[in-house]
């Protein structure tokens, strides 16, 4: 090959690579790369995106998709994109929703009033009003914002306090009620090997929160705007995880956090915080040798509590299909109780959120299970749609320096409370 | 005179030619340059410059524009002692990090040069950690080193010195998570800096070694006297490096203390870009987390011109 040819062959290749980059970005720009005409294909006029945090359970991500199939086979002309995300899904989630990516409905954990007041939810109560009675009142409550209902229940996920029967016994304990029994019991169950409580990873989880409740005193006060976890009783019942520390019983560091079972289920604790959810996995591993409380009341004008969670399925304001949104949101979530058992019970273990559903669902009619649906119904509470994850860290941080004894609780849960009013007052403004 | 007219249409000819080929060139520098301009004009000169006018504007939920309060994000942060202790602690982990990953990646490298066999061998067994990610690697010291559990590495060979269980990540009395945070960091760097390290030994000239031992130097006055100086524009690029990547420390604080259902909240410990993040995007405060990405910037800034001032980055030898 003579080297004008090759000089030839080389700017033949820089210009024929200059094109095939040029072509493949202008393709980039052109292409669909979230898929969004996937329906497109099936003849379906719309396509509606629609968001799910990554479940762990198997088979739940295959059965979202189901749904979404059945629902455009009974209706042609909709067709739904479902998108599984994983990981920190609520940053993720708030990140798109600035964006023209946007999902036309999601679903989300703790409603955030802020999301209202920056007009990314669209209000659903066409959908909900029919069927109104069939929710638990906080289930309305939360998502409720100037008279106007913003989300649909789709589950609740009741968390409480399960407990080992043998272990118990072998420490000559009770099952605890009060605080004072709860630290007794820590105490007591600790052989070592098996330590007596876990609450979380990290040694404060939901405790702290838990506390709070079980005292009486709650995040806000009754006008629920103003901050009022630094009121004295909040004070001495937060200053309870510092004697839960001290008990010596307390599981810290385990692997998995207090969401998953494994710290009890492998018999690391013999009392621990956890997830209806988590129900089946525990069952397969101690069969009938555990049972469910909810967390112990705190003082004597306090009352046994359960934090009720759950997920709710919400609409994006801005989305250019609204209708065929609450048309999908009424048929998935109001009016098919067959696919909202299958999606409570087939794979995880949910109570569906809707009473009469809830009743016919025949898994919740005996054994922990059907303690959890009454420890839901009677000491049942949610965080408020005003608590956000500023105010909530800011909590967070005092909590766990009171639990590592770093700080004294009436100073460090004033200051952090100062600073949570502040935040709150930004977000009623 | 014949001969300039003679000569003058070749010029001509010449400086044509010259700049037909000048069009060429500028042609080819603007087709091969032009797309990573305008891609880094795009996603970072415009982002940054979009970042700082949201700095000064109340962006809770948005990135648009419009809200103004001046300089009230700065102040919220400068104010805040969250974020100061987040800021006085990165300055006490950099005081530590910094030296302790300069001696150990200056002293891995010496050594792995002066063997005589297994040279390749040894590179290659202290580089391959930090071909690791931060997050796989915090996630293994967190679930298998450094667990709470009695058989959690840490624990098992502290139970071989008759020292109880520990809780290595959420003890705050003693702060043992140190030990985890400076293990995990010196474990995924060392061995990087140490091949810079290793590249600059090779660039000296053994014959001053050989100059050296005619005078009957001692290994620690050739390693003084000869080593280090030759060594001098090395040790301040791996300085530089070591003290930027100490200032933007994030993943291994956030993969290690974080617990998923509530963030970094109960972190022991939190370094200023954990603290962002948790302002921009945990809770969409997106001018807080602007203000506090500036104030970091100028920290850096500030801090690598001093360095730069005292070690003599830049300067002729």
Known sequence: MSPETFRLNRRSFLVGSVLFAGGAALAGCTSDPLNKNAGAASGAKVTLQQWYHAYGESGTQQAVQRYAQEFTKANPDIAINVSWIAGDYETKLNSAMLTAQAPDLFELGDFRYQNVKNGLLAPLDDVVDPVKADFSPAALDTVTVDGKIYGVKMIDDVMMLYYRKSALQAAGVQPPQTFAELLDATRKLNTGKQKGLYVGTDGVGEAATLLLWSSGGDFFDSSGKKVAFASPEAIAAIGGLKQLHDTGGLLQGYPTDWSDPGAFANGATAMQWGGLWSLPDIKKALGDDFGVIAWPKFGDTGKQVARVGGWYQLANAKSAHLDAVKQFINWLWIKNADLQKDWCVKYGFHIPARKPVAAQTTEFSSGPAKDAVTISQQNGKSYSGLWNKASATLFLQAATKIANGQADPAAELGDAAKKAQAEVDKQLA | MTAVMEKAPAVRVVAKRRRRRDWRAIGAFTVLTGPVVLGLGLFKYVAIAWSFLLSFNDARGTITIGHWIGFDNYAFLLGDDAFRTSLTTIALFTVFIVPITFVASLGLAVLVNSIRRGKAFFRTVFLIPAAVSYVVAALVWKMALFNGLPSGVANVLGGLFGADPVPWLSETSPP??????????????????????????????????????????????????????????????????????????????????????????????????????????????????????????????????????????????
């Open chain 2, 176 to 317: 043992v998570y140190w030990v985890a945070v400076v293990t995990l960091r010196l474990w995924l760097q060392v061995g990087l800096y140490m091949i810079l390290f290793l590249a600059g030994l090779k660039a000296i000239s053994p014959s001053l070694y050989e100059a050296g031992e005619l005078d009957g130097t001692t290994k620690w006055q050739a390693f003084r006297y000869i080593t280090l100086p030759q060594l001098r524009n090395t040790s301040v690029a791996v300085l530089l490096l070591i003290l930027i990547a100490a200032f933007q420390a994030f993943d291994e604080f956030y993969n290690l203390f974080g617990t998923g259902l509530s963030g970094t909240a109960t972190a022991p410990v939190k370094p200023p870009l954990v603290y962002l993040y948790d302002s921009a995007l945990g809770d969409q405060n997106y001018g807080v987390g602007s203000a506090g990405a500036f104030l970091l910037t100028v920290l850096i800034v500030v801090i690598t011109l001093l360095q730069g001032r005292f070690v003599g980055f830049g300067k002729k030898d």
